[in-house]
């Protein structure tokens, strides 16, 4: 079955401090990749996306995300964290052109002053 | 541009009431999405519209649910009767041909079923 594994729930860093969230996914080829932020009260917003070529994937608010064919992961960066950047991020997938999303539990991000 | 839009943000209910969503997209995306969000389950996709027409339903949950789209550029979920249960909050979201996977959601409906 195709699923998505985000292994934190709640990771906490400081602000300044580098951040990566964990993605992995298991589907039967690979999937296209995605990775949404929800603020609190808020929709989900598209932060980046990986469909083919380039493995590294720069998104917006300075994001960035990885994929690795040989680990199954999409993992998302940033090299410096702002409190505003407190938040629940969603890695999701989807199966090529198949309109379903299949989201992971989400990684909710708390930023220390 | 106007983002999706959804009707209310808010809503507290008691059980055995009907409960209606509605949803505005963003103008000329043709495709349109439910999904209900809850602690224990995350993120489920309801329902899938694709030019006004529903492809994919089957996540919606049983009979009680019950989703419309009359034209492009609105849809509303049903619920009836409410249950309990069915305390969530539910997003709409929409997006163009083409674009899978980057869907642009609305800012949600909270339902509170007592």
């Known amino acids: 079955a195709q699923s998505v594994t985000q292994p934190d729930i709640h990771i906490t860093v400081s602000e300044g401090a580098s951040l990566e969230l964990r993605c992995n996914y298991s589907?039967?080829?690979?999937?296209?990749l995605f990775w949404y932020v929800q603020s609190p009260g808020q929709g989900l917003q598209l932060l980046l996306k990986?469909?083919?070529?380039?493995?590294l994937v720069q998104g917006i608010k300075g994001f960035e995300a990885e994929f690795k064919r040989s680990q199954s992961s999409f993992n998302l960066r940033k090299p410096s964290v702002h409190w505003s950047d407190a938040a629940e991020y969603f890695c999701a997938a989807s199966g090529g052109s198949n309109y379903k999303l299949t989201f992971g539990k989400g990684t909710l991000l708390t930023v220390n002053p | 541009d106007a983002g999706v839009i959804q009707s209310p943000r808010h809503e507290v209910t008691e059980m055995g009431q009907e409960v209606t969503l509605r949803c505005k997209p963003i103008s000329g995306h043709n495709s349109l999405f439910w999904y209900r969000q809850t602690m224990m389950r995350g993120l489920e996709l309801l329902i899938y519209f694709n030019n006004n027409v529903p492809i994919d339903d089957s996540g919606m949950p049983e009979d009680r649910f019950s989703a419309k789209m009359p034209n492009a550029s609105f849809s509303t979920l049903k619920i009836q009767p409410s249950e309990p249960r069915d305390s969530a909050v539910y997003f709409c979201?929409?997006?163009?041909?083409?674009?899978?996977?980057?869907?642009?959601f609305g800012e949600g409906s909270r339902l509170t079923v007592l």
């Open positions: 979201a929409s997006t163009q041909d083409g674009q899978t996977g980057e869907l642009f």
């Open positions: 990986y469909f083919s070529g380039d493995t």
């Open positions: 589907y039967g080829a690979t999937p296209y």
